[in-house]
C-alpha cells in the first residue's frame, strides 16, 4: 500500500460496494458513524481483525465494538437480560453501545473481545454504516479510525492523515453528527459517557476510571493529542493554543453560546486543529459537567494524560 493510500470516496452506492468487497476480501475500511469514523472489518474473520488492531497500533487488550444491522442480529451475538432489552429497543439505532454476555454459537473472532466473556455491541444510525452492514451481511467490528491513543476522527482528512498508508479506503460521508464515541452501558451502569446522558438513559452517573479493561474507551490515557494538554483554562499561559468556550474566547471556540450538544460535536475537530497549529501546547477553557459535558469532559481528561 502505498503512502498516497487511502483513497476517499463520497459516500454512495459505488463507495459501500467497494468497501463491501474490501471487507470481503479481510481487509478494513473507514466509514463515518453518527459517533466517530470507524475503521470496519469483518467481526468473525480473525485475520481481518488482526488488520485493524495492526493498522491503529491498538493494544490487543483493548476490546473492540461490533456493529450489527438491528436487534434480531445483536441477539444472534449476545444474551440480552430484561434491562438491556429494555435499552436496546429505546435507544438504538443509536449512539448506545451495550456491553453484554457473548453467546457461544456467535462466530465472533476472539481477538474482538480480547479474551473477555463479554461483547460491546451497538446498532448504528448512519446510514453509511448502515448500507455498509447491509452490504457485506456481517457483524463488523469497527474501533475509531485513527492511530490508538490519538485523537479520534470526526472528518475523512483525520482519518486519512492518521492512518495514510495503513488501509485502503475511507468513505467521506462529511462531518459526524455527535462527535464523540458511544455511550458505553454494562449492566446498568456507564462504563464510558457518550452521546446518550445517565439522565436520558435513567442510569446514574459514569463510576470513576479503573485499571480494569471491560469495555472500549477505558485507557486511561486515549483521544490524545501530540502537544501537552492543559485543562479547565481560561486564559492562555505563554505560548498556548486555546480552545475556549462560552465565555471563554480563545483562538477557537467548542461553543460561543455555552452549548455543550454544540461543543461535543466540534471538540475532536478543534484538538485536530490545535494539535496543527504552530503553538507547541494547548489549553482548553472549563467546559460544565452536567449531562453531555460528562462524556466532553471525560475525553479531556483522558487526552490530558501522560502519554
Request: aromatic share 4%; hydrophobic share 50%; with cysteine.
Amino acid at each position: 500500500m502505498s503512502p498516497t493510500n487511502p483513497r476517499i470516496l463520497p459516500h454512495g452506492e459505488a463507495a459501500i460496494a467497494e468497501a463491501a468487497a474490501l471487507i470481503a476480501a479481510g481487509q478494513c475500511v473507514a466509514v463515518p458513524t453518527e459517533t466517530v469514523y470507524g475503521l470496519a472489518a469483518d467481526a468473525t474473520d480473525s485475520v481481518a481483525v488482526a488488520g485493524i488492531y495492526a493498522a491503529k497500533g491498538r493494544p490487543s487488550f483493548n476490546p473492540l465494538i461490533v456493529h450489527v444491522r438491528d436487534l434480531a442480529a445483536a441477539e444472534r451475538i449476545a444474551t440480552f437480560d430484561p434491562a438491556a432489552r429494555d435499552l436496546a429497543t429505546r435507544f438504538w439505532p443509536g449512539p448506545l453501545t451495550l456491553v453484554l454476555p457473548l453467546r457461544a454459537d456467535a462466530g465472533i473472532a476472539s481477538l474482538v473481545t480480547a479474551g473477555l466473556s463479554t461483547i460491546a455491541i451497538r446498532v448504528p444510525a448512519h446510514r453509511a454504516m448502515q448500507a455498509l452492514l447491509a452490504a457485506t451481511g456481517k457483524p463488523l467490528a469497527a474501533p475509531s479510525a485513527n492511530a490508538s491513543g490519538a485523537i479520534s476522527p470526526t472528518r475523512a482528512a483525520h482519518v486519512a492523515a492518521s492512518l495514510a498508508g495503513r488501509i485502503p479506503l475511507v468513505i467521506d460521508d462529511g462531518a459526524t453528527p455527535a462527535g464523540l464515541e458511544s455511550t458505553i452501558v454494562m449492566d446498568g451502569h456507564i462504563l464510558r459517557p457518550g452521546p446518550l446522558t445517565a439522565a436520558e438513559l435513567g442510569l446514574p452517573e459514569a463510576a470513576a476510571t479503573t485499571d480494569a479493561i471491560t469495555a472500549p474507551g477505558q485507557l486511561a490515557s486515549h483521544y490524545a493529542p501530540a502537544k501537552p494538554l492543559r485543562l479547565n483554562a481560561v486564559e492562555r499561559n505563554g505560548d498556548e493554543w486555546l480552545i475556549g468556550f462560552g465565555d471563554v474566547a480563545g483562538d477557537d471556540n467548542l461553543s460561543p453560546s455555552g452549548d455543550c450538544v454544540e461543543a461535543a460535536a466540534r471538540l475532536f475537530d478543534a484538538l485536530h486543529r490545535a494539535d496543527s497549529a504552530p503553538p507547541p501546547a494547548i489549553a482548553v477553557a472549563p467546559v460544565p459537567h452536567p449531562g453531555i459535558g460528562a462524556a466532553i469532559n471525560d475525553r479531556l481528561r483522558r487526552a490530558a494524560h501522560p502519554h
